[in-house]
């Protein structure tokens, strides 16, 4: 099976300038050439398909390294009793749902950082064994928190069910433990949790060491929600992979992070969305605290701008899905627009934190996110210029091609229309 790629600008996801393309060439899921037509082929052979992108640019598919599937959302109208994660069947099928609106959107791999039951390594599954079409997957299972975490929302008593994000690990032997019976249900990575606002260090450095240690030796990575500066600090001084946040990390802090050099996942799409939501329906129907999602945003914008002058490198991705007005298949290139426009970073640069970059999140550092030969094919045209304006990345408004691992995503297999959204039950 060859593809070939032919005309267009060409946007590398290595950061090189936009530049002319000849032809992509790219046999089985691999980028075999860029450039000249290599001798001997020939366009009209049998088996060899061509996409003329002739006025259009062409680029890395994109990497969200932060997308929920399985937290139950959107709510379905008519979904009636035992909505969302309660209902482990249901949620599975709007998981695979939510996986493919973020396929159609040009994004061809998604990082889940934490989950309900095992629905993310059966998504992941699901498509890898070719069962339904979607994008790479790259998961953890339930977050690992300690009393008062972010995701232990129930009285002591009541603990988290199985039907949690969160599940209680009180100590380094629990924990450990947990992060054995989740290696043996699939997930990729290990999800830690310190506390919701980072006001207050609820995880201790031993036993975020603990967890690292076990995880480590199972070859399985370990990423920590963590807004604060103390949590931050022994996040990555214990040896985790990747920090989520870390948006109250001192000066000190950051230098710990740099000197370990790990990166930052700040996701200000989640706080921006928030912001916008609040002013558009009022503050009582977010439900969350507008004033101290303002001052998580400013101080996610200024953790950008200081990463980058410390050489720290930041994952871009959006918390798709971890709430009621955060859709699939429409934020997913947000977080490279908020880099732009408030994080100091030139439409290119963010382009390749999204691609190449976030290669990093999905297990996949230097084999996806790079139109160069040798890479997976994962590849978008669009068109409309990205680098002249980032936000045409977003939605899948301008999307003409998506190819994911060598072969060209049929848009109807993923519903029809623009980005998929659940639809309205027939009354
Ligand atoms: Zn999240």
């Not at 998981?95 to 309900?116: F, K, N, Y």
């Not at 992060?179 to 975020?208: C, P, W, Y």
């Not at 002249?388 to 060209?408: F, S, W, Y």
């Amino acid at each position: 099976m060859t593809l070939m790629i032919r005309n267009g600008i060409l946007i590398d996801g290595a950061g090189g300038p936009p530049a002319r393309n000849d032809t992509i060439l790219i046999e089985g899921n691999r980028i075999k050439s860029v450039g000249p037509l290599p001798s001997g082929f020939r366009l009209d052979d049998d088996g060899v398909e061509v996409i003329d992108a002739a006025g259009q640019w062409i680029m890395p598919g994109l990497i969200d390294a932060h997308v929920h599937l399985s937290y139950g959302y959107p709510n379905l109208p008519g979904e009636g009793r035992g909505r969302g994660n309660l209902r482990p069947e249901l949620n599975t099928l709007k998981a695979a749902r939510g996986a493919q609106a973020a396929l159609r959107a040009g994004v061809t791999s998604i990082a889940v950082p934490g989950g309900t039951y095992f629905i993310d390594v059966g998504v992941r599954d699901a498509i890898t064994l070719g069962v339904i079409e979607g994008p790479r997957i790259h998961c953890a299972g339930r977050m690992i928190v300690s009393y008062g975490c972010i995701e232990d929302d129930e009285p002591s008593w009541v603990g988290t069910p199985d039907h949690s994000v969160g599940v209680l690990c009180n100590n380094a032997a629990e924990m450990v433990a947990e992060v054995r019976r989740q290696d043996k249900h699939g997930v990729n990575f290990i999800k830690m949790a310190d506390s919701r606002s980072g006001t207050t260090q609820m995880l201790a450095k031993e036993e975020i060491a603990a967890v690292a240690a076990e995880a480590h030796r199972r070859k399985l990575r370990v990423a920590i929600h963590s807004r604060g500066a103390g949590s931050t600090r022994a996040a990555a001084e214990a040896g985790v992979d990747w920090i989520v946040h870390a948006d109250l990390a001192t000066e000190a802090d950051l230098a710990a992070v740099a000197k370990a050099g790990i990166p930052i996942l700040p996701t200000a799409t989640f706080l921006w969305r928030v912001i916008e939501e609040g002013q558009r329906v009022g503050a009582e129907q977010v439900q969350l605290d507008i004033n101290r999602m303002k001052r998580h945003f400013d101080n996610i914008v200024s953790l950008m701008q200081r990463s980058k002058e410390l050489g720290i490198k930041l994952l871009l991705g959006t918390d798709s899905g971890n709430n009621i007005f955060m859709p699939f298949g429409e934020l997913h290139a947000k977080e490279a627009e908020i880099l732009v426009k408030y994080g100091g970073f030139s439409p290119l640069e963010a382009i390749s934190c999204a691609t190449k970059g976030n290669a990093f999140a999905v297990g996949l550092d230097g084999q996806v996110g790079e139109l160069l030969p040798g890479k997976l094919a994962d590849v978008i045209v669009l068109t409309r210029d990205p680098v002249a304006d980032i936000t045409v990345l977003q939605g899948g408004r301008h999307l003409a091609h998506v190819v994911k691992d060598g072969r060209v995503i049929d848009f109807a297999h993923l519903g029809s229309g623009a980005p998929v959204r659940f639809r309205q039950p027939v009354a």
